[in-house]
C-alpha cells in the first residue's frame, strides 16, 4: 500500500511539473505586429471593458497585438495578399496570456456577474465553457493566432454577417443564412489566410492559427504592454 501511495505521490509530482513547464514568460521570439503590417487598424477588445466579461482583461495593459515572428510574418503575407484586393486587416486579438485566460474561466464560474449578454444572447454563462466556446487553456497563448476581420482601404466596414465574439451559430464560416455578399467577404479573409499558412476553425470565422505554429504545447504568460 505504501509503494503504491509513494508511486502516486511521485506520478502527481510529475504531471505538475510536466504542465508547468508548459508555461513561458520568455517573448524573445515574439514581435508588435505593426513592425510588419503598416497599416492595420486594431480594436484590441480584451483592453477594454467591450467584451463578453464587460471588463478589462487580466494581462493586457496595452493595446498591442504581439504574435511569434513566425505567425506576425506570415500575417504580413496575408496582408499584402489582401492589400492587392482593396482590403486592410482589423486585429482584435492575437498573443492572449494565459492569466487572461484564466480570468475569463473566473468570471465563468462567477454567478454573480453576467458580463455583456449581446455576446451571448441565446445561451446561459455556463454553457461558454461547457460548449467550448472558452477554453482554459487556448491557442492565442501559444503565439500564432489572430483573431481579424477587413475593412476597405478607406477603413470602411465590410458586412462578414456578424461580429467579433458573438457566441452563436451566426459566428460559424459556413452559417447558412448569410446573404451572398457576407459570404463572398468571409471567402476572401479565409481564402487569404489559407494560402498564407493559416487553418480556420468550425466555430469562428474571424479566427486563424498558423498551420506550422513554432510552440505546438507552450503556453506564453507575458503581459501585452
Known amino acids: 500500500m505504501k509503494k503504491l501511495f509513494l508511486i502516486a505521490i511521485l506520478l502527481f509530482s510529475f504531471i505538475q511539473t510536466a504542465d508547468a513547464s508548459q508555461i513561458s514568460y520568455d517573448k524573445s521570439n515574439f514581435v508588435p505586429v505593426y513592425t510588419v503590417i503598416d497599416d492595420a487598424v486594431y480594436d484590441i477588445r480584451y483592453y477594454s471593458s467591450y467584451n ?9 495593459k496595452a493595446p ?11 500575417l504580413a ?5 489582401l492589400r492587392k484586393q482593396g482590403y486592410r486587416l482589423l486585429i ?3 498573443y492572449r496570456p494565459q492569466k487572461a485566460v484564466d ?3 473566473e468570471w465563468i464560474n ?14 446561459k454563462k455556463s454553457d461558454l465553457l461547457e460548449g ?7 491557442g492565442h497563448s501559444r503565439g500564432s493566432t489572430v483573431d481579424l476581420t477587413l475593412i476597405k482601404k478607406d477603413g470602411s466596414f465590410v458586412d462578414m454577417g456578424g461580429t467579433f465574439d458573438l457566441f452563436s451559430e451566426i459566428s460559424h464560416p459556413d452559417y447558412k443564412k448569410l446573404t451572398k455578399a457576407q459570404k463572398k467577404n468571409r471567402k476572401i479573409l479565409h481564402d487569404a489566410m489559407i494560402k498564407a499558412g493559416f487553418k480556420g476553425i ?8 498558423l498551420e506550422n505554429e513554432p510552440y505546438t504545447d507552450t503556453y506564453f504568460d507575458f503581459d501585452v504592454k
Open 92 to 94: 482584435w486579438d492575437t
Open 64 to 74: 498591442v497585438a504581439y504574435m511569434t515572428k513566425e505567425g506576425a510574418s506570415a
Open 202 to 209: 468550425d466555430s469562428e470565422w474571424w479566427h486563424f492559427t
Open 132 to 138: 467550448q466556446y472558452i477554453m482554459a487553456k487556448s
Open 103 to 105: 480570468n475569463f474561466v
Open 52 to 60: 463578453f466579461t464587460g471588463n478589462r482583461i487580466n494581462g493586457y
Open 77 to 81: 503575407k496575408a496582408a499584402n495578399d
Open 110 to 123: 462567477n454567478p454573480n456577474d453576467e458580463g455583456d449578454k449581446t455576446f451571448y444572447p441565446e445561451l
